[in-house]
């Protein structure tokens, strides 16, 4: 009789300490399960909140200027953040339908490439801008009318350098309006892609109208 209570007492121990060990467990997953959608609902807000910046790119009428604006945003992006934080980098691609000009042609443009051209093309304007005749820099030139050209030249008795002149001033206005077109061209966004595991926007594809 004794040892049939020592065996219910054991059994009754090792029904209570399975009991509470099967407790602590519910209770742990319940804390785990609880501590990931926290962490699930944190990074979806901060998702939401990042991708609030590059939503106002994703609609149809949008200008060349802002188009540049945004390879800006994307490669300081991933020069300064993405690395750092360990998130994907940001990629856009730009489709231009028809020629603007020597430094944007035709075809698609990665953030990068769209920076370079417009880095080139200023650079040339201000080499151009820079040339001097009859003590007046082109840029000032640029805004003269023909006669007034003439009249200058003429005053400085330097008529012979008057379609040199002309011909850099050509240049120049040309490429002013290049990057004037650029700035003012009509593009839409085309396709937005989010990274699988964060929810950020990874890539924003564009195309001129």
Do not use: W
Not at 26 to 38: E, G, H, R
Not at 175 to 193: D, I, S
């Amino acid at each position: 009789m004794e040892n049939a209570s020592k065996a219910l007492i054991m059994a009754g121990g090792i029904f209570i300490a399975i009991l509470i060990i099967t407790l602590l467990v519910f209770f742990y997953n319940n804390i785990v399960t609880v501590q990931n959608a926290d962490e699930q609902a944190e990074i979806i807000e901060q998702s939401t909140e990042f991708n609030k910046q590059y939503d106002v790119y994703n609609r149809n009428n949008l200008y060349g200027s802002e188009i540049l604006s945004l390879a800006n945003k994307m490669e300081d992006y991933n020069r300064k953040e993405a690395v750092e934080k360990g998130y994907p980098e940001m990629e856009m691609e730009v489709t231009i339908n028809d020629n603007v000009g020597t430094y944007f042609t035709r075809g698609t443009y990665s953030a990068e490439q769209l920076q370079t051209a417009l880095a080139n093309l200023q650079a040339k304007e201000e080499e151009y801008a820079n040339v001097s005749y009859c003590g007046r820099r082109i840029s000032d030139l640029s805004t003269m009318r023909t006669n007034e050209l003439q009249q200058l030249f003429e005053n400085n008795h330097n008529t012979g350098k008057l379609a040199e002149a002309q011909a850099v001033i050509t240049r120049y206005v040309t490429l002013k309006a290049e990057e004037t077109e650029m700035r003012t061209k009509g593009f839409r966004c085309t396709q937005v892609v989010y990274d699988d595991q964060t929810g950020r926007i990874i890539l924003m594809k564009f195309s001129s109208t």
